[in-house]
């Protein structure tokens, strides 16, 4: 590019410096932007151009799955870069866990309309974690004989997830933070962010959860705009 390394870097640490949050929130919920709307819509073009060349000609119709809640944006915005026929399902699992992790046990809360069996299937997923969710709902898919099953992931944190889970297409790998915005959300917010930021840790630190991962006790003290609160509560 026309850049160096460095120079690049600065520009993109200025734009992203010039971020700005709704008014339901404050900047310091946001430890860290990782990836802008621009960057983002990027990603997703070059995802989506993936995605085409994988499938080339199909003699049916591709089924595109998301993934409610957390992939409802990003599907939005990835069926409109692809070029190949597809339709639309949507399924929804809850996995029991707290606030910021999952566990193992899963479990289905919203089904296929659609039959599946002999077709060719691609699951949109905001982020591969643990990998329990993609691994009960691959498994749940397979039962009803798809002719293909393959899976698109936003987000992989690559840490935690545990062996023979994987994504066909990966957005980016990323650490182990815990991250909102763009569909993601923590205790149901932040879901309409349009960029991916890591959640300042004293927004959760201070907040108990119940088994549903539902908040019990969300009275968290937020700093005052522009106060630079970014420790972690005592
Ligand atoms: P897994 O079963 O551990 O792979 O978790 C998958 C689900 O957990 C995702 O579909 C998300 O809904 C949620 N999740 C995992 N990590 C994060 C995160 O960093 N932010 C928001 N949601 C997350
Ligand atoms: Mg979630």
């Not at 992203?16 to 073009?45: H, Q, W």
């Not at 000609?57 to 998301?66: A, Q, S």
């Not at 069996?117 to 691609?122: A, H, T």
């Not at 899976?151 to 840490?159: A, N």
Request: proline share 4%; hydrophobic share 40%.
């Amino acid at each position: 590019g026309g850049l160096c390394g460095w120079r690049r870097r600065i520009a993109r640490n200025a734009r992203m410096g010039d971020f700005e949050v709704p008014n339901f929130m404050v900047k310091e919920e946001i430890e860290t932007l990782l990836y802008s709307a621009d960057d983002i819509k990027e990603r997703c073009k070059a995802l989506g151009a993936q995605i085409d060349a994988a499938y080339g000609k199909l003699d049916k119709p591709l089924i595109i799955i998301c993934t409610l809640k957390g992939a409802a944006v990003f599907f939005a915005d990835l069926v409109r870069e692809l070029h190949i026929d597809h339709v639309w399902e949507f399924m929804s699992f809850s996995s029991y866990g707290t606030g910021t992790t999952s566990s193992g046990a899963v479990q289905m809360v919203l089904d296929l309309k659609m039959d599946i069996g002999d077709r060719d299937v691609l699951v949109v997923e905001d982020i591969l974690d643990t990998g329990n969710t993609l691994k009960y709902m691959i498994k749940q898919l397979h039962a009803r004989e798809p002719r293909s099953v393959k899976t698109v992931v936003l987000l992989h944190k690559t840490e935690m997830t545990i062996p023979g889970v994987s994504a066909d297409f990966v957005g980016w790998q990323i650490p182990n933070k815990f991250v909102v915005g763009y569909g993601l959300d923590f205790a149901q917010k932040y879901r309409g962010l349009p960029f991916i930021g890591v959640l300042a840790p004293w927004v959760y630190k201070k907040t108990d959860k119940v088994a549903d991962g539902s908040i019990l006790n969300g009275d968290v003290t937020l700093p005052q705009t522009g106060s630079g609160g970014n420790s972690p509560a005592p």
